[in-house]
């Protein structure tokens, strides 16, 4: 019997399940893990995606995304005089881009950018290579679209959470915007340095040109900032600046985004920086104005974040002039209250390496000072003699003759520091004293030619005016950046005899004219509101002048006749009328306000000064003409409301008798102008305040002087004295080359020829008479100085 046949399907299949079931099985269970770790991925990826996505923001609201900008401030004539900003940027449209700036940024900060979707998983993987290797984070592998949700969207915090966050963003964004929208976002919104955001911003900073006009070493060390602004920074460090700049070059040749040749070239090129420039700020007592008047009418938000343009009324020419007139003058003016001693007292060695070294940091010569004529510096005494004072500087030497600081006595407010000079420098000053000094050139021996100078403690204030009531010109003190007080439109101080013009003008209302005649002569007051019993008012000459005119008594400022004038006008009247002029300071209700006894702004008299100007027109005063927004839409425009508060032929009168003033009176230094000026003078007792209110067709100015502590100016600082000089200089310089031109008239006045004696109306033909000007229907009469107005009263 043969032997049983084995079924060749079993083997087979035995075959089959010893040799090929181990593989397939092996080859299932890899499939299967693949499976299950690519299901885990997404679900992990997705659970990641959905838990990190639900706070984020929608970026598509960049669409309608508007950066904080600067707010621009431009002068009457739209030039650019300010800047308000937390982030200085300017936004640039994307064709403005120089085509290296935009190569040298993709070369050193994403070369890949075109290619990736928002991460660049390359960049990633290169990075941590490289961080590992070093041991430390020296690479990061984020795009320029990652940098962008960064800088937009997200907190600097650097944690996994909001990297995650950050590439979340980015593929947003890769799907909403394109390529070069985000480019254009990026350069216009990311950090550069020196308080510069985005690539104008950068390029004013750094070279003073704009983005468009830079060249392939400019594009290329912008684009190296933003790694490290601070540490790449060329004014900062500059060695660290070029190192990186040239990086950035070789990149970009290695790219091949220049030859050679230009390589060569931009990474010999030196660095041509404009210096670092404080924030432009060219009227800052005016500036500071209006920013207050921005902040609160539309607040902080939009004054420093939405890129107004706000166009002012000030005249840039009559700001400068203003600031000339008030330095010059008070420095002249503190020199006559005397020398207040040197600055400090040191004892080192005369040209010792130690001297030097103190006088270098002292005058920051390492910041850029250097000893030019009219620079004004700080020196040390090393030798003095009866008639020179040798000053060591820390970069040279030089002299001061006694000629240039015999005003350097002790200051004494009870004599006039106009006489009193000293004849030996040893009388002020020592070796070791610090003292400030001007350069005034040369001398022959080599040596510098000095004047002492001191920091002046007197301060002012000046206010300009055109007639349409537009601010033209405004100083708050001596120094802004020593005083933010600004004395022209803050401090209340008496207005002495400038406010006299007012109570005049009330008289003028009430029927009184300029040839009215009151009685200069001892009167004795009972105030109730004084703490005194009596009051005995004296003029300033502290004399009495008998039967005086209107015109007379305001020409020369005759305390007793203002006083008798306003007991017959009446103090609550005057107070009800000087409120028309727009003052809203309070004012005392007794007959001492005929002397300017309460306080006031300079604001506020030189607006009611300004009524006078406008033939009995107020304009309140104006600092801005409109306001636009970032898109070119105006906001604001000033609306100004004018009123005829007095009468044209009250207004013509008393700027008529405000020119006696100038002409025959205590402002007649004013006559210099050589045009028509009507003017008054203010001092305060003990001279502690001065003024000088003045105008001509085309201006109404205001000048204010004294201390903020209400001390003294010096024995004879009258108006006349302290403050003409600020108001001449300043009106001078404003109207040079103007056509002289005559105060208006109104056919509510009349010339008529008085008796300037007694005030009467002349007969024709009398010699000695001369013309004056009256309201139409108040003429002179034949009796002594009154007017039918004021027939039968007591006066």
Known sequence: MPPKQKDPRRVTFRKAKNTVKPGKVLWWGVFVVFLLTVLAGFIGAGYIYFEYSKDLPDVRQLRTFQPATITRVYSDLDELIAEFFVEKRIIVPTEKFPKYLIQATLAVEDSNFYSHFGVDPKAIFRALLTNIQAGHVVEGGSTITQQLSKTLFLSPARNLERKIKEAILSIRLEMIFTKDEILGLYLNQIYYGHGAYGVEAAAQTYFGKHVQDLTLEECAMIAGLPKAPNNYSPYRSPEKAKIRRNHSIRRMATLNFINEEQTIRALQAKFNLQGIEDPLNKAPYFIEHIRQFIQEKYGATKLYRHGLNVHTTLNLDMQNHARAAVQENLRILDKRFGYRGPLDHVDFPPSSPELISFLSSLNDFQGGNRLMEG??????????????????????????????????????????????????????????????????????????????????????????????????????????SK???????????????????????????????????????????????????????????????????????????????????????????????????????????????????????????????????????????????????????????????????????????????????????????????????????????????????????????????????????????????????????????????????????????????????????????????????FLIDNPPTKNTGISPKLAGKNF
């Open 483 to 773: 005083s933010q007080f600004n004395r022209a439109v803050q401090a209340v101080r008496q207005p002495g005899s400038a406010f006299k013009p007012i109570v005049f003008a009330a008289a003028i209302s009430e029927g009184y004219t300029p040839a009215s005649v009151i009685m200069d002569s001892p009167v004795i007051f009972k105030e109730r509101e004084q703490s005194f019993d009596k009051w005995k008012p004296v003029n300033f000459e502290e004399k009495f002048y008998g039967p005086t005119l209107l015109r007379t008594a305001l020409a020369h400022s005759r305390n007793v006749v203002s006083i008798k004038l306003l007991q017959g006008i009446g103090v609550n009247k005057l107070v009800a009328f000087t409120r028309k002029f727009g003052v809203s300071s309070p004012l005392s209700k007794n007959l001492s306000i005929a002397l300017g006894s309460s306080g006031l702004t300079l604001y506020e008299l030189t607006s009611a000064y300004s009524v006078f100007a406008n033939m009995g027109k107020r304009t309140e005063p104006i600092a801005v003409r409109h306001i636009k927004d970032r898109d070119g839409k105006i906001i604001y425009s000033a609306q100004q409301e004018v009123s005829q508060v007095i009468p044209a032929g009250v207004a013509s009168i008393v700027s008529s008798m405000l020119e006696s003033v100038v002409q025959e009176g205590t402002g007649s230094k004013a006559k210099v102008l050589k045009r028509p000026v009507a003017a008054k003078t203010g001092t305060t007792n003990n001279f502690i305040d001065a003024w000088f209110m003045g105008f001509t067709p085309e201006l109404t100015t205001g000048v204010w002087v004294g201390k903020d502590k209400d001390e003294s100016l010096g024995y004879n600082e009258t108006g006349a004295r302290a403050a003409i000089p600020i108001w001449l200089q300043f009106m001078k310089e404003s109207l040079k080359g103007a056509p002289v031109v005559n105060f208006p008239t109104t056919p509510e006045t009349v010339h008529i020829k008085i008796d300037p004696k007694t005030g009467t109306l002349a007969d024709f033909g009398v010699s000695g008479s001369q013309f004056d000007v």
């Open 375 to 480: 620079a004004v510096l700080k020196g040390v005494v090393t030798a003095v003699d009866d008639a020179q004072v040798w000053v060591h500087l820390g970069n040279g030497q030089g002299i001061i003759d006694i000629k240039d600081m015999n005003w350097a006595k002790k200051p004494n407010v009870k004599t006039d520091g106009r006489w009193r000079k000293i004849t030996n420098p040893q009388s002020a000053v020592v070796p070791g004293d610090v003292l400030l000094v001007r350069i005034k050139g040369v001398r022959e021996e080599g040596y510098w030619s000095l004047a002492l100078e001191q920091e002046p403690e007197t301060q002012a204030g000046l206010l300009s005016l055109n007639p349409q009531g537009n601010i033209k010109a405004m100083i708050g003190g001596y120094e802004f």
